[in-house]
T-cell receptor
Framework: NAGVMQNPRHLVRRRGQEARLRCSPM?????VYWYRQLPEEGLKFMVY????????ESGMPKERFSAEFPKEGPSILRIQQVVRGDSAAYFC????????????FGQGTRLTVV | GEDVEQSLFLSVREGDSSVINCTYT??????LYWYKQEPGAGLQLLTY?????DMKQDQRLTVLLNKKDKHLSLRIADTQTGDSAIYFC???????????FGKGTKLSVKP
């Protein structure tokens, strides 16, 4: 059973471009969480999704950021018109239904905006 | 409030015990966690404790929870150089939902 898979591991974007970050949860996990880690900081919650539903997006910036978790395929975190302040590590975690207390994290995507 | 507080640095000698402390502010937290992050890597779940427990032991790791003081600690016995990493304390409210993380404690183990 592969762990939570995130790709790409590293992503470089110029200011104004779009960034797409992908997360494939562990097999059997239907809950996905996205977190952002700024340098020298802890992880900050962004969004919690179940298949085809956004459950909690209270940590998402109001503009330029969106997330989805379709019925088929990975969860996508999309950042439009990136700015330097978006440079961070973005982590995805997944948990199985009914056992949300156990969240397993991916290796993260390190986004650098130049 | 949503602040989980940890000291930023801890340095120990190989073979000594390490104790990493954390305070949280929400008494309704149901689960508390310790994660380990090595440089450039993701977060590895080390252990967790349910809020109705006082202590949990798993090999070299001992977690102590003081709900009255909202204090959580992680003790690593016989610390090794491979234990050098950043350790994050986190809390969760309810059985689903997100985790609230501290800023992490950087543990340095000197030979």
């Amino acid at each position: 059973n592969a762990g939570v898979m995130q790709n790409p591991r590293h992503l470089v974007r110029r200011r104004g471009q779009e960034a797409r970050l992908r997360c494939s949860p562990m097999k059997g996990h239907s809950h996905v969480y996205w977190y952002r880690q700024l340098p020298e900081e802890g992880l900050k919650f962004m969004v919690y999704l179940q298949k085809e539903n956004i459950i909690d997006e209270s940590g998402m910036p109001k503009e330029r950021f969106s997330a989805e978790f379709p019925k088929e395929g990975p969860s996508i975190l999309r950042i439009q018109q990136v700015v330097r302040g978006d440079s961070a590590a973005y982590f995805c975690a997944s948990s199985p239904p009914g056992q949300g207390f156990q969240a397993f994290f991916g290796q993260g995507t390190r986004l650098t905006v130049v | 409030g949503e602040d989980v507080e940890q000291s930023l640095f801890l340095s120990v000698r190989e073979g000594d015990s390490s104790v990493i402390n954390c305070t949280y502010t929400d008494s309704s937290s149901t689960y508390l966690y310790w994660y380990k992050q090595e440089p450039g890597a993701g977060l590895q779940l080390l252990t967790y404790i349910f809020s109705n427990m006082d202590m949990k032991q798993d090999q070299r790791l001992t977690v102590l929870l003081n709900k009255k003081d909202k204090h959580l600690s992680l003790r690593i016995a016989d610390t090794q150089t491979g234990d050098s990493a950043i350790y994050f304390c986190a809390e969760k409210w309810g059985s689903q939902g997100n985790l609230i993380f501290g800023k992490g404690t950087k543990l340095s183990v000197k030979p």
